[in-house]
């Protein structure tokens, strides 16, 4: 339950999904709350709740409509009528809705049909009249215009043993024939049993659990099915779940983000050349390959005695052959390859830290 600092009761909630769940709080200036939880195995437990600011902004997002995503946006006495606020949405970088939300209102409301967005999570951003995001929200959008659907046609009650099996497949999107490349996987469900809450597709990889921070328990479960409880439950997901996508100083300052890991654009075959376990400045190295035609090139080591062929790209399974010499065209010189790590491997911090057995 949720107590203010007078001992009050203000509201009693429980989970409903997964030890997930959300309620309605309407805080006052100058109290505060604390959340009184009481667990399965009868442990309780209190936590503070944030405290309640006097001044601010509210920005909520209700996704519970199958066809719209319904907006709104709250402010406080104070900061009616100081300018107008902006209200952008946007998808894996890219901007599908801006509004822009007048002051004079306390409370404004702004309905977005769903069709004007991708399938995937969606970030509402609320920016102050200076453009200061003040306020953030995710949401999951099941674009149903999307969404691929295939039949399988021609199929027997019953089949002979190693006898053949002819399927058709017919893949229709809004109702109309769909052409496109498809795949198609067959297990015996005697031997392995289906797990529909945890398999994984294209809505629960490449659309939820790949855009969120942490452990996702069951991500199939929050597609079984199209109605209202399971649409909350995602919603709930949305809101429990940690996430920061954008750091908008790092934007508004102009500064670009530190990348650990840059994109590899080629292949490249870098090393050192040395003599008598000295660096060669200027040393000629060549490179070629004789695999699937005839390949050479040639560059010069610096003062290190560093050289990189890094504007190549080959096939796998390609042989090459590394030639150096000195400036003075004296062969006799070593040649030490940079050798690329394997890849670490490190426990899945995003793994969930209760199993069943």
Known sequence: MIVDNDGGEILKFETTHLGMGSLFLSPIAGKTYTAKVKFANGNEKTFPLPKIEKSGYSLAVNTNDTTKVAVKVML?????????????????????????????????????????????????????????????????????????????????????????????????NS????????????????????DLENESNILTRLLLTADLVGYVEKPNSYFLGNDPKTRTALDNLMLTQG????????????????????????????GKITKGGKPVANGKVSLFSTTRGFFAIDTLSNAKGEFNFDQISFTDSTKFVVQARTDKNNKNVQIDLDIVPGQLVTPNKNTGDVRST
């Open 243 to 270: 996430w920061r996508k954008i750091n908008w100083k790092l934007i508004n300052d102009n500064q670009q983000p530190f990348i650990a890991f840059p994109a590899e654009k080629t292949m490249k075959i870098s």
């Open 175 to 194: 109702n109309k024939p769909l052409q496109g490349s498809f795949s198609v996987a067959v297990t015996n469900t005697a031997i392995v049993k289906p």
């Open 76 to 172: 406080t006495a104070d900061l009616l009528n100081k300018g107008e606020l902006k209200l952008v949405a946007q998808h894996n970088g890219m901007v599908y809705f801006s509004n822009v939300i007048p002051t004079t209102k306390q409370i404004v409301s702004v309905a977005v049909p769903k069709t004007e967005f991708l399938s995937g999570i969606t970030q509402f951003t609320l920016f102050s009249p200076d453009n200061v995001p003040v306020s953030e929200r995710i949401v999951f959008i099941e674009n149903k215009s999307d969404l691929i659907n295939v039949e399988v046609q021609n199929l027997k009650p019953d089949y002979g043993k190693r006898g053949k099996v002819d399927l058709s497949f017919m893949a229709t």
